[in-house]
């Protein structure tokens, strides 16, 4: 998986990739630049807000309320 570097400024693979569960309760993956070493984090959101937003959208033949 991609993520961005903030100290060499562009996308690259994420080495020794991780998930984690965020405080806010949204998943992210954790890892290290293989140039630099630095962390590097990308969040990938939660699957079941999701699809709770996605059930909670207006069907576009039903007139809004």
């Known amino acids: ?3 961005y ?3 060499c400024k562009c ?3 994420i ?3 991780t998930e984690h569960m ?3 309760g949204r998943c992210a993956i954790k890892g290290r630049c293989p140039d630099c070493g ?3 984090v990308k969040v990938i959101g939660t699957i ?3 699809e709770e937003r996605v059930e909670n959208l207006p069907n576009p033949g ?3 309320r």
Do not use: L, R, T, Y
């Open 1 to 3: 998986m991609q993520g």
């Open 38 to 40: 630095s962390v590097m």
């Open 5 to 7: 570097c903030i100290k």
């Open 15 to 17: 080495a020794d990739a």
């Open 22 to 24: 965020m405080k806010n």
């Open 62 to 64: 039903e007139p809004e």
């Open 48 to 50: 079941g807000k999701v």
């Open 11 to 13: 996308k690259k693979e």
